[in-house]
Every structure is written in structure tokens, then in C-alpha cells.
């Protein structure tokens, strides 16, 4: 069954705010570059990574339901932050905004009566609660730790494991 018009207009505008999601990331990673801490730059590349493939999913359901992908211009993202606090503030701020538009995707495509589009944002709903959760546990680790050449250097390091 054809993807109904509405939902297929906003999951295309979804589609846009996940792809300035990895270009927010990439932004942050090269400023995190600049501050000389490959490892939290690794981990905001790994992150951009994951946003083009949240992009890519919805732009195969869209495909698979017989809609049509119409993609947008993409914002330029900010190049300075603060800090590296500040940037994965930033991050957690973004990440939750990410979460308030799926939320409101699910609550179109119940008002549409849109059910399969239902199921396939569940998976977004719950990649939100985890997306959220993993900038909030460095931010809290940031501000636990501080900002303190040895604290950046262990954390830094820890960032680096990160796995994409």
C-alpha cells in the first residue's frame, strides 16, 4: 500500500534533520579535532555515521512504500563551541529535539491511522532513548571529572574505543 501524502512529507523532513544530524556531528568532531582530542572526535564521527544510517532507513521505508524521497538543503551547523562540555551539551540538547520530532512522527502516523509507519518508528523511539542516554553518560562523566589535562586524556582515550 502507498505511503499516505502527509506522513510521506514529514518522514522526507526527517529524513533532512537526520542528515544535519551527521553533519552536526562531523562539526563537532572537527572541533574536537582542533582541541587535539582524536578520541572524542573518533567517537562525534562514529555518531555522524549512525545519523546517515538513521537517514538511509527512512529513506528505504519511504521507497519500500511506494513514496517518493524529495531531499532538502542542509543547514550549516554551528564550528565553535565552548568546550568539549559545551559540545556534548550540545549534543544531548540536539538528541532530545531528535526524540521530540520522532515523537511526533508516531503521533502523526496514529492520527493517519498509518500502522506500518507506526512499527517502523518504534525502532526510532527506542534508538532515541539510547542515543540520549550515551551523550548523557560522557556529559555526566565530563562534568564529574572536569576539564583538567589528565581527566580529558582518560576520557579521550575511552572515547576512542568507541565501535561504529
Known amino acids: 500500500m502507498k505511503i499516505n501524502e502527509t506522513v510521506e512529507k514529514a518522514l522526507n523532513e526527517q529524513i533532512n534533520r537526520e542528515l544535519y544530524s551527521a553533519y552536526l556531528y562531523l562539526a563537532m568532531a572537527a572541533y574536537l579535532d582542533?582541541?587535539?582530542?582524536?578520541?572524542?572526535?573518533?567517537?562525534?564521527?562514529?555518531?555522524a555515521q549512525e545519523e546517515i544510517g538513521h537517514a538511509?532507513?527512512?529513506y528505504d521505508y519511504v521507497v519500500e512504500r511506494r513514496g517518493r524521497v524529495v531531499l532538502e538543503g542542509i543547514a550549516k551547523p554551528p564550528a565553535e563551541w565552548g568546550s568539549i562540555t559545551d559540545v556534548f551539551e550540545s549534543a544531548l540538547k540536539h538528541e532530545e529535539e531528535i526524540t521530540s520530532h520522532i515523537n511526533n512522527l508516531v503521533d502523526l502516523a496514529q492520527e493517519e491511522g498509518d500502522h506500518a509507519t507506526v512499527s517502523m518508528l518504534k525502532w526510532?523511539?527506542?534508538e532515541q532513548?539510547?542515543?540520549e542516554d550515551s551523550v548523557d553518560t560522557?556529559?555526566?562523566?565530563l562534568k564529574?571529572?572536569?576539564?583538567?589535562?589528565?581527566s580529558l586524556i582518560i576520557l579521550d582515550r575511552e572515547l576512542a574505543?568507541?565501535?561504529?
Do not use: S
Open 34 to 47: 582542533d582541541l587535539n582530542l582524536p578520541g572524542a572526535a573518533h567517537w562525534m564521527r562514529i555518531q
Open 56 to 58: 538511509m532507513k527512512l
Open 124 to 126: 526510532f523511539v527506542d
Open 129 to 131: 532513548v539510547e542515543e
Open 138 to 141: 560522557i556529559l555526566q562523566k
Open 144 to 150: 564529574y571529572l572536569g576539564e583538567d589535562g589528565r
Open 161 to 164: 574505543q568507541r565501535q561504529g
